[in-house]
């Protein structure tokens, strides 16, 4: 069964506007490979030219940041929730 993906609001114009897709695959990487095969457009926005995630992409298995579990290696089941988080930077000082 498919994984469900929470697509954060810049990144939704690279998936038909979804702010939901699904994708199969028994691990984050696998999951993310097989979502940008489909949406081909977001996968520059996600890794860099070395096919590596970029630095300001965060993603979430449930509520655990994949840096802290086993990265792209990750397993991930079909009652899983990824989710990508792209970090927030700057702004001025108040």
Do not use: C, W
């Not at 702010?19 to 520059?44: F, H, I, S």
């Not at 579990?69 to 702004?91: F, H, M, R, W």
Request: glycine share 6%; no cysteine; charged share 25%.
């Amino acid at each position: 069964m498919a994984t469900k993906i929470l697509i954060p609001t810049p990144l939704r114009s690279y998936t038909a506007k979804q702010d939901v897709v699904e994708a199969e695959g028994a691990t984050v990487g696998e999951l993310l490979a097989n979502m940008t095969a489909q949406y081909t457009d977001l996968r520059k926005h996600l890794y860099n030219s070395e096919g590596k995630l970029r630095n300001f992409v965060n993603i979430y298995v449930n509520d655990d940041d994949i840096r802290y579990l086993e990265k792209e290696q990750t397993p991930v089941s079909s009652e899983d929730t990824v989710s990508i988080i792209p970090s927030v930077a700057g702004g001025r000082k108040a």
